[in-house]
């Protein structure tokens, strides 16, 4: 990649060329149609000019024209390694800039969980997603608070599928409290592993991505991947295991401890939860708010708070969770 000094036209634009001379690194720098280039213009009063293999940065104001030639060169060095930029990860890299004043896109593509069914290598796509996977990586229990869309449940199921297959645990158990139908698992049809099911859901909807069908459900008939309903917990030990409990939230005070004292040798845990989606009865507290409490600070136990700003699911749902939180902001 080469540059041309910054010049100013007669007519006071500023301008800055960069040259891209291999086309496949260009098309992963441009993205469909050009759609990256469109999603930067949109934020920054700059047109992007691409003739051939320049791509010229033209706007009225020179510092904006430098920041976001800056930030080509960091979306080129992605586009070099050979990952594929997506119009969200332009988004994010934004919010660093507006966050951060720069952005530092490199360290999140070259951190790769797992891989796909299809071959296809899971990364953190934001700042708050890294320390999450450093943080499951480096202590024994994390406790995952944020909004929908986070990929809270979802980077839990890789990083435990990632040590499975390093030989590292023995099993994956799957728990999570029965609270939102509003009625005892004893009521609902079929056996244990039908009643839990529909709550595991988006659990089963991580693996499927994981693991080929077949494949997940052998592990389930091994009880390599188990499925426990939290109240099924007590008494049990489990040693060796990587254990996710999710919608932590819907979780008393006395099944949080429950739960956290139910480790054995070798295994690790990871609560996950948005403290903003209780469905717990009215009076109930939950066990997710009042945790941080009475464990934070102690020595492998990690808190991460994941934002609006981490949430990697279509742009409307960033939308949805900023003005919820602003209403709610508003409200107190």
Known sequence: MNENHLKESEMGTYSQTMVV????IMERLAGNNDENFRVIEERFPVRLVVRGEQITVQGPDNDVVQTVFRYLEELFKVAKQGHQILVADVRYGMDMIAVEGKADLAPLY???ICTTA??????PKTGGQKLYIEAMRAHDIVFAIGPAGTGKTYLAVCHGVAMLKAGAIS????????VEAGESLGYLPGDLREKVEPYVRPLYDAFYDLFSPERFLR???????????LAYMRGRTLNDSFIILDEAQNTTPEQMKMFLTRLGFGSKAVVTGDITQIDLPSGKKSGLIQVREILE????????????????????????????????????
């Open 171 to 178: 099993r994956i158990v799957l728990v999570r409290p029965a």
């Open 21 to 24: 001379s291999d086309q496949d």
């Open 219 to 229: 592990y389930i008939d091994k009880n390599v991947i188990e499925i426990a309903p």
């Open 297 to 332: 600070g102690i020595k492998g136990i990690a808190f991460l708070e994941l934002t609006n700003r981490d949430v990697v699911r279509h742009e409307i749902v960033q939308r949805v969770v900023r003005a919820y939180e602003e209403y709610e902001n508003r409200k107190q």
């Open 110 to 112: 070259n951190d790769v």
């Open 118 to 123: 299809r071959g296809k290598p899971v990364r």
